[in-house]
Protein backbone atom coordinates (compact mmCIF):
# COMPACT_ATOMS: atom_id res chain seq x y z
CA UNK A 1 0.00 0.00 0.00
CA UNK A 2 0.79 3.55 -0.49
CA UNK A 3 1.47 3.81 3.93
CA UNK A 4 3.84 1.00 3.81
CA UNK A 5 5.69 2.34 0.79
CA UNK A 6 5.98 5.74 2.81
CA UNK A 7 7.12 3.88 5.71
CA UNK A 8 10.10 2.40 4.17
CA UNK A 9 10.87 5.67 3.04
CA UNK A 10 10.65 6.97 6.83
CA UNK A 11 13.12 4.80 8.30
CA UNK A 12 15.36 5.51 6.12
CA UNK A 13 15.65 9.00 7.31
CA UNK A 14 18.20 7.92 10.30
CA UNK A 15 20.03 5.59 8.01
CA UNK A 16 23.79 6.43 7.48
CA UNK A 17 24.73 6.86 3.67
CA UNK A 18 27.40 4.92 2.14
CA UNK A 19 26.58 5.82 -1.72
CA UNK A 20 25.15 8.31 -4.23
CA UNK A 21 25.30 7.78 -8.01
CA UNK A 22 23.84 9.01 -10.70
CA UNK A 23 23.12 6.66 -13.72
CA UNK A 24 23.89 7.63 -17.39
CA UNK A 25 22.78 8.73 -19.53
CA UNK A 26 19.66 9.42 -17.79
CA UNK A 27 20.38 10.66 -14.39
CA UNK A 28 18.85 8.32 -12.03
CA UNK A 29 19.68 8.89 -8.58
CA UNK A 30 20.87 5.81 -6.43
CA UNK A 31 21.64 6.33 -2.61
CA UNK A 32 23.05 3.20 -1.09
CA UNK A 33 22.61 2.83 2.81
CA UNK A 34 24.91 1.08 5.74
CA UNK A 35 21.99 -1.52 6.07
CA UNK A 36 22.32 -2.27 2.03
CA UNK A 37 19.18 -0.93 1.04
CA UNK A 38 18.91 1.41 -2.13
CA UNK A 39 16.70 4.19 -2.70
CA UNK A 40 16.33 4.75 -5.92
CA UNK A 41 14.57 7.77 -8.08
CA UNK A 42 13.92 7.91 -11.61
CA UNK A 43 16.04 10.64 -13.15
CA UNK A 44 14.21 10.59 -16.48
CA UNK A 45 11.13 12.62 -18.15
CA UNK A 46 11.07 14.71 -21.43
CA UNK A 47 9.18 17.57 -19.78
CA UNK A 48 9.43 17.89 -16.18
CA UNK A 49 12.06 17.72 -13.40
CA UNK A 50 12.16 14.02 -11.62
CA UNK A 51 13.69 14.90 -8.32
CA UNK A 52 16.23 17.71 -6.62
CA UNK A 53 18.43 17.37 -3.63
CA UNK A 54 19.54 20.17 -1.21
CA UNK A 55 20.69 21.00 1.74
CA UNK A 56 17.51 23.69 2.43
CA UNK A 57 14.01 24.13 2.34
CA UNK A 58 13.80 26.66 -0.85
CA UNK A 59 15.91 28.38 -3.53
CA UNK A 60 18.05 30.84 -1.39
CA UNK A 61 21.58 32.21 -2.24
CA UNK A 62 22.90 30.31 0.84
CA UNK A 63 21.49 26.60 0.08
CA UNK A 64 23.23 23.97 -2.49
CA UNK A 65 20.62 22.47 -5.28
CA UNK A 66 21.07 19.43 -7.72
CA UNK A 67 18.25 19.10 -9.85
CA UNK A 68 17.35 16.20 -12.62
CA UNK A 69 16.22 18.53 -15.24
CA UNK A 70 13.87 17.14 -18.75
CA UNK A 71 15.72 15.69 -20.90
CA UNK A 72 18.29 14.18 -18.93
CA UNK A 73 20.09 16.78 -17.69
CA UNK A 74 21.46 18.11 -14.37
CA UNK A 75 21.13 21.54 -12.85
CA UNK A 76 23.41 22.95 -9.86
CA UNK A 77 23.31 25.68 -7.21
CA UNK A 78 25.53 26.38 -4.95
CA UNK A 79 25.90 29.45 -2.32
CA UNK A 80 26.76 32.70 -2.83
CA UNK A 81 29.73 32.84 -0.54
CA UNK A 82 31.30 30.05 1.52
CA UNK A 83 31.27 32.53 4.63
Not at 15 to 39: C, Y
Not at 49 to 71: K, R
Request: charged share 25%.
Amino acid sequence: SEEEEYKLVFELRREKVTAIRLGTPAPHLFIEFESGKMLFANGHHDKYECWQAGDGPGYTSHEWLIVATPGDGISTWAPDSFN
